[in-house]
């Protein structure tokens, strides 16, 4: 299904139809293709805010799969707000999520940063769900 998106997509042996290609994509992302998931998220992010939404959707399933550059990818889009409400304890733990399986001191930032948002008893909640997050997606 994937391969058939790229086809599409390119004109690769067939007239390229974006429509078609699209509808590929999706089958193959909801088929749980990784490779057609990254696609979704990614394209829906560039088209902008009427289709984030979509790109919080796809990205989230990535970050599931254990995908830290998604993982902090969902961090940013739940603290911004984008696509859905803010929501800063699911991002302190998307972020403490993906430190916990790739070093990067800009996350520690983004952690520090969100944790000085919200209250005592927000953070006590976020670092519990941090904790739920690091056993079920972290990649070892």
Request: charged content about 25%; aromatic content about 12%; glycine content about 8%.
């Amino acid at each position: 299904q994937y391969e058939l998106a790229e086809h599409l997509r390119k004109g690769l042996g067939c007239e390229p139809s974006r429509e078609q290609s699209l509808y590929w994509y999706e089958q193959a992302a909801t088929h749980g293709d990784w490779m057609a998931q990254s696609f979704l998220a990614d394209k829906y992010m560039k088209l902008g805010a009427s289709q984030m939404p979509l790109a919080r959707y796809w990205a989230r399933k990535l970050a599931e799969q254990g995908d830290t550059q998604y993982q902090a990818l969902l961090g940013d889009i739940l603290r911004n707000g984008d696509g859905g409400p803010v929501d800063l304890q699911e991002a302190y733990a998307w972020y403490a999520t993906c430190e916990a399986g790739w070093t990067d001191l800009p996350r520690a930032r983004q952690l520090r940063l969100v944790a000085e948002q919200m209250t005592a008893g927000q953070r006590k909640d976020a670092k519990t769900l941090a904790e739920e997050y690091r056993t079920k997606y972290v990649q070892l």
